[in-house]
Nanobody
């Protein structure tokens, strides 16, 4: 499966932004989907994961209550709704397909990343 992330941009603290990830190829609904992010000079960080059917989600503590992941298996898309953005949310955001968990290691397929910049 090939992934294409989009929707990044520059916003102010407190604003909202919605990222999208479009998948091509077959069997999208058989993959759990996750979002990771990587800030300059830092390691890639888990943001959240959504199960294959969309019924189960879990998030990093740093974004819980502010970010929401959803997916549309008919459209082969997964989204990340980000609210109450903070400067520390500034990073390149990646979508990934894989079995789950907060480690990037098991995720086999990755999008190219989209930059989110939050100014104070």
């Amino acid at each position: 499966v090939q992934l294409q992330a989009s929707g990044g941009g520059s916003v102010r603290a407190g604003d909202s932004l919605r990222l999208s990830c479009a998948a091509s190829g077959r069997h999208f609904s058989t993959y759990g989907m996750a979002w990771f992010r990587q800030a300059p000079g830092k390691e890639r960080e888990f943001v959240g994961h959504i199960g294959r059917s969309g019924g189960i989600t879990y998030y990093a503590d740093s974004v819980k209550g502010r970010f929401t992941i959803s997916r549309d298996n008919a459209e082969n898309t997964v989204s990340l709704e980000m609210n109450s953005l903070k400067p520390e949310d500034t990073a390149v955001y990646y979508c990934a397909a894989g079995p789950g968990g907060s480690s990037p290691v098991p995720y086999k397929y990755w999008g190219q990343g989209t930059l989110v910049t939050v100014s104070s």
